[in-house]
């Protein structure tokens, strides 16, 4: 294949922002940039930003993007444009061997262009290959810096002799600076895109970036917009499954949802607190990270904020001292719609919708409309709605489970817990809608405590619950 010479591509690329007439391929983003930051931001600090090119769809000759940032936020400390790129280059952690960058910064714009392309010897960007960028910016005052790669901005150039322009996606990353007093910081991110009729979950670091003596309990508002998204957990104890980690995974929670006021006050605390080892702390460089579901009420294209105030974020060190703590804000764009079935109705995905045992068709498919099951090609409208049954709307059919129903008869019982007790053992494969009804603890593999979940469903001791 024919290799394209380094003046050739540049041409190519510039062509493609000056000339209206050339078309961009928007079919499929031809690769994805991203941008990370691990690490406290702390104001008068210098932190450093990671973007990653990577993930090509296809083989690539060039690649070309701009970071947008707030100059009151943060100041870029390299910043000149020299003509042979030098300065420019101590940004470049790593690119495909052979390859030039064309980078240049624009103080008016607050903006840096980064352009990279391949010249006649050589090699392309691959799925196996990567641009790594490092971008060290001096944090100016504390609150949340924003970070971002606009879709827009991003190009690629195919790697064959069709020089085609392609498009790329873009990220975007908010970070909580601290100012000198604050002890700890609260950082909202995400798990994945908010889908209209789907769960978003809203993604909680809380990070010690200011007590040598170490955090031992701390709390914080989050507050959501109900008119886009609503709260998916509202009992107390199922609040436990917000904390993904934690020093020494021995904290424990207090949480309490506000639902008039549209908001969470999230407590936690380490176990011994009042004794707590270092193992336990939250000192420099650990971290407790939270995941918090949400109901997605709002409409395709519409956006939200969840903030994390400042002014309600506070804790104790273990000098037993009263600390505070750096909110966050994050904003969020709901996608499109992924599923006829409301998740807080019945869970669901791409291909299950899960239902409690003993649900009755009737009771199963009133909140849904028009939608109805059948089984075997024929309509059901009486008796248990089972495992194996079809939910149908329209062109749409999703597989229908009931969690610990493994022998398709709607309800739990000893043969169920037999047949996953098997399964365990590896007697009795399990497989597609079988497998999801037995796999009752995380969905992703059969173990002996499903087998004892189902088993104590069965006798009265558990209550699984789908929703």
Not at 290 to 298: A, N
Not at 423 to 431: K, V
Request: contains cysteine; neutral net charge; proline residues 3%.
């Amino acid at each position: 294949m024919k290799k394209i010479g380094v003046t050739l591509l540049v041409l190519v690329m510039l062509c493609s922002l000056c000339m209206p007439c050339l078309s961009v391929s928007s079919a499929e983003d031809a690769v994805q940039i991203s941008i990370s930051f691990d690490g406290d931001a702390k104001a008068g600090s210098e932190m450093k930003l990671r973007i990653k090119v990577g993930k090509p769809s296809q083989q690539l000759a060039g690649v070309e993007f701009a970071l947008d940032f707030n100059p009151k936020m943060v100041t870029p400390t390299i910043t000149k444009n020299d003509k042979d790129g030098t300065e420019m280059a101590k940004l470049v952690t790593k690119m495909p061997t052979g390859w030039e960058q064309f980078c240049s910064y624009s103080e008016a714009e607050s903006r840096y262009y980064f352009k990279f392309v391949m010249p006649v010897d050589g090699n392309y960007l691959t799925k196996d290959g990567q641009i790594v960028i490092d971008v060290p910016f001096k944090v100016v005052s504390a609150g949340v810096i924003s970070f971002k790669i606009p879709n827009s901005e991003v190009i690629a150039i195919a790697g064959d002799d069709s020089f085609s322009v392609l498009s790329g996606k873009g990220s975007n990353l908010s970070v909580t600076a601290a100012g000198k007093g604050e002890s700890f910081s609260v950082d909202l991110s995400d798990n994945g895109a908010a889908k209209e009729n789907g769960i978003y979950y809203v993604n909680i670091n809380v990070t010690n970036i200011g007590d040598d003596s170490g955090i031992i309990a701390l709390e914080f508002a989050l507050k959501y917009n109900p008119d886009y998204f609503m709260p998916y957990i509202t009992e107390g104890r199922q609040m436990d499954s917000f904390m993904v980690s934690t020093p020494s995974n021995s904290w424990e929670q207090m949480c309490t949802l506000y639902e008039s006021e549209n908001k969470y006050i999230l407590r936690f605390a380490a176990l011994h607190a009042e004794s707590a080892d270092e193992s336990e702390k939250l000192t420099l460089g650990k971290s407790i990270k939270i995941s918090v579901p949400f109901k997605t009420v709002g409409k395709e294209g519409e956006t939200s904020n969840f903030v994390a105030n400042s002014a309600t974020a506070i804790g104790f060190n273990n000098k037993i001292e009263k600390v505070t703590g750096a909110g966050s804000l994050k904003s969020v764009s709901i996608g499109e719609r992924v599923s006829f079935v409301p998740q807080w109705i019945y869970e669901s995905n791409e291909d299950y919708v899960f239902a409690p045992a003993n649900t009755k068709i009737s009771d199963f498919t009133k909140p849904l409309g028009s939608a109805y099951v059948t089984y075997n090609g024929k309509k059901i409208t009486s008796g248990n709605v089972k495992t194996g049954y079809k939910l149908v709307n329209g062109s749409e059919t999703l597989t229908v489970v009931i969690r610990g129903d493994v022998d398709c008869n709607g309800m739990i019982n000893s043969l169920d817990y037999g047949l996953v007790k098997r399964a365990c053992f590896g007697e009795y494969p399990l497989r597609n809608e079988l497998f999801q009804a037995a796999a009752v603890f995380d969905g992703k593999k059969i173990t002996a405590l499903d087998y004892a979940i189902i088993k104590r469903q069965y006798f009265g001791a558990y209550n699984l619950r789908v929703s």
